[in-house]
Every structure is written in C-alpha cells, then in structure tokens.
C-alpha cells in the first residue's frame, strides 16, 4: 500500500483489511547487537561498608574513599550492607569498581543543593552544561557497576526536595537552550547555585563497560539513570518506582550497544526514552543512539511507553524493542516525537510482540512536537515496523502519525497490529510507502 495522506474513515476502512507486503530495504538483527555488549568483569576484591560504622561521619566520603581505594588496588566490589545510607553529597563511581547494595541496604540523598557542589559536567534536557553533580556519577572511567538488590531513593518526596524546582526552572532551561542554540562554549554555561536545574539520579557521562543490575529505585527529583556518550551498556532486572513528573526509567543519551532486558519500570513520565541532544548543540556533539535492544521488560504505570526523541538531534537507528508489556499507559503507548528545530533522523526500528492494556493514543508519531522556536530543520523518519502489538483500550486515537510536507514519514510497516477499543478517528497524514498486513481496530 503506498498512502501520501489519509485521515478519518477512510483510514478506519482500510485498517481492517490486509495488504501487500512492501520490501523494507533495511534489517536490525537482535544477535548482532548482542554480540557487541558484555558486561564488566571485576577482581575478586572485597570492600565492605557497614551503617554501623558511618554513623558519625559523613556517608558519602566514606563511600567515595572506599570507592577510591577499591579502584586504585585495581578494582574489585564495593558492598553496603544491610541498613540506611544517608548521603549528604554525591557518590562518584570510578575505574573498575562495582558498587554493590545487599539486599535491605538503601542509599538515600540529600536535597541539600550544597551537598552537590561544586559543579560537574553534565547533558542536561540534551545540551550541555555544568550543573548540581548528579545523587551517583562518573565521567571518562570503564568497567563499572552498580549492582545488589538494595534500593536507591532519590527522597524527592522529602519536604523542600529538588522536585519542587521543576516549577522554578523555566528561566534556566530557556537560557540554556539558548546557549546551545547560539554556540556558547559549554565551559561558560555554567549553572549551579542561584540557578534551578535539577541534578539526574544517576547521570554517567562517556564511560564503558556498565552494569546496572538487580536495584531498585525510588523518588528521583528528575531524569532517574541516564547514559550518556556511553557504549556497552547492560540494565537488567532493575526495578523502578518513582512517579514525578519527568522520571524516566532510562534515558539512553547518545549511547551505542545498550541492552535492557527484564526491568519493571513505574514512571511519572517515559518508561524508556531513546535520544540524542537538542537542536544545535546536539549536531554538534554528533553522538547517534544506536544498537539497542530492549526485551522482556514490565510497566504497571508510566505516562509514556517507548519513546524516540525529542531530543534526537544526533541521530536514532538500529533499536529493536521486544515482549513489552505496558497495563498503564496515561499517554502514548509507542511515541515517535520531534519537530522542525530538532533535525537528525531516526531509522531502522523494529517493535515486536508489544502488549498495551490501555492507552490514551497507541501509536503516536510527530514531526510537530511542542517547545518548536522557528527552525527549519525537520527529522527524517523512515524503515519503522511495528509488529504483533496488541492494544485493549486507546482512549483516543488508535493511530495518529503526522508527518510534514516537506519531510515526511517513510516505510512503515504494521503487521498484526489489533487495538481492540479506540475513541476518535485515527490519522494518517503525511507519511509516504506505508504498509498494512492484518491490522484491526
């Protein structure tokens, strides 16, 4: 089937009927992706933290120096044991060091904003700057983990968290879209005390070789684990509960070889969210997302299910998402979403066995996504097949895919798609070699 624009009944007609298959010029296959991750290997190092022992001193520089130590003997395993970590300051990850929480062990930060001075480099919202150091961070290091089936909570639900500067941040963040839009060196972008950007949760910064496995996590003021310029990524059976606005699950930031398999994500925004930087400072980091694989993972709630963009100015391609199972979804269940100020491309996406319970919209794509300033530089998206999705409920749309004159969306492939209960009329418009083989609703 090959549709420049139908909208309305039209589309409800031919939803229901199979057509011929188009040849997509493109293949994304799992096992080669997988055979570009392993996780981090650890010397068999011990070196052992008690709540006991910290009471009197500050936890987080008891934990930094054992981090220290342990990647200064040449790595090994830092262990918290059971009990609360009150962290008044960042933990900072290092070379070689697997930072692991026994179960009932429990890390919980401060929201003093002196506590994460001073300033350290970060991505923040896809443009550079330094900021308030993320609760746990590391920049330019290799082999680490943060593992164990203790819990991480971000305490953003204390009195006076950073949580609530997200109605406090709108000066900051315009200034610094504006710095990125404008070229400004990022040295001079530099943000910190008297200013409201909230710190990340977990934010590692160009690092390789990562593990995330097993932990829990809870109550983060902003984005919850967020990779950036990373490569070699595992994220697997980590359990996430945090429902304020803007707590993803995971922000794949410019990051390539990411594996995230058997996770359980609770979110107050995306579920999993791929991007790539914002506008001009994202082309001229120029760091794709790319060879990704997310499998076997659970959400009972988040506002979000897979979301592509919108900072995807670096570029999306090569992400297969399998056996997904969203019961909740408050918004878009699979959301593609850029607009004409982002640029960049997104290609070669295969979605395969999604279950979606309810949903406001299923199936969302957008060239026209909000906080657009006047650029002329649309996304490119195109090679996208979504198969085997079954939705029992989409509140409003089944389908709603928008697309611009001058760039639309090409090669979508559904097949086997079956949204059982839809509200309005879904939309097709502007989208060019679209393919439908048993889609119902």
């Not at 401060?110 to 330094?130: H, K």
């Not at 204390?158 to 610094?176: H, I, P, Y």
């Not at 066995?353 to 002329?376: K, L, R, V």
């Amino acid at each position: 089937m090959n549709i420049k624009v139908f909208t309305g009944i039209v589309f409800l007609c031919l939803a229901t009927v199979s057509a011929k298959s188009q040849q997509l010029d493109w293949k994304v296959d799992a096992s080669e992706i997988l055979e570009k991750i392993s996780e981090p290997e650890f010397p068999d190092r011990i070196f052992k933290i008690s709540s006991e022992t910290v009471k009197k001193e500050n936890v987080a520089d008891v934990i930094n120096k054992k981090i220290d130590e342990c990647s200064k003997a040449g790595g090994g395993k830092v262990v918290l044991a059971s009990g609360e970590y009150f962290c008044e300051g960042s933990l900072i990850l290092k070379d070689n060091v697997n930072l692991h929480l026994e179960k009932n062990a429990k890390l919980v930060f401060s929201q003093n904003p002196e506590d994460y001075l001073p300033v350290v480099l970060v991505r923040w919202e896809g443009t550079e700057a330094w900021n308030y150091s993320p609760f746990i961070y590391a920049k330019d290091v290799e082999n680490i983990a943060i593992t164990g089936k203790g819990g991480i909570d971000g305490n953003g639900s204390a009195e006076g968290s950073f949580r609530e500067w997200r109605s406090l941040q709108k000066k900051d963040q315009n200034k610094l879209r504006e710095m990125g839009k404008n070229g400004v060196p990022v040295d001079e972008r530099i943000f910190g005390k008297g200013h409201f950007l909230r710190p990340q949760l977990i934010h590692l910064l160009n690092c390789k070789n990562i593990l995330l496995e097993d932990i829990t996590i809870k109550n983060g003021a902003f984005w919850l684990i967020q990779p950036t310029y990373c490569d070699n990524i595992t994220v697997r059976g980590v359990k996430v509960d945090s429902r304020f606005i803007n707590n993803d699950g995971v922000d794949i930031d410019s990051d390539t070889n990411v594996l995230i398999e058997n996770c359980n994500f609770n979110t107050g925004d995306d579920f999993v969210a791929i991007k790539s930087g914002r506008d001009q400072d994202g082309w001229r980091v120029n760091k794709p997302s790319k060879n990704i694989l997310i499998r076997n993972c659970v959400s009972e709630n988040c506002l979000h299910g897979i979301s592509f963009g919108s900072e995807l100015s670096g570029g999306i391609e090569n992400v297969i998402c399998q056996n997904l199972t969203f019961k909740k979804v408050r918004s878009y269940g699979v959301q593609f979403k850029s607009n004409k100020d982002r640029g960049g491309y997104l290609k070669n996406v295969i979605l395969d066995n999604i279950q979606i319970d309810t949903a406001e919209t299923c199936i969302s794509f957008t060239n026209q996504y909000h906080s657009y300033s006047g650029g002329n530089n649309p996304t490119a998206f195109e090679n996208i097949l979504i198969r085997n999705l079954k939705c029992n409920i989409a509140q409003e749309k089944a389908i709603s895919m928008i697309g611009l004159p001058e760039m639309p969306i090409q090669n979508v492939k559904l097949e086997n798609v079956t949204i059982q209960k839809s509200g309005e009329l879904s939309v097709v418009d502007n989208v060019i070699n679209m393919s439908f083989i048993n889609v119902k609703y």
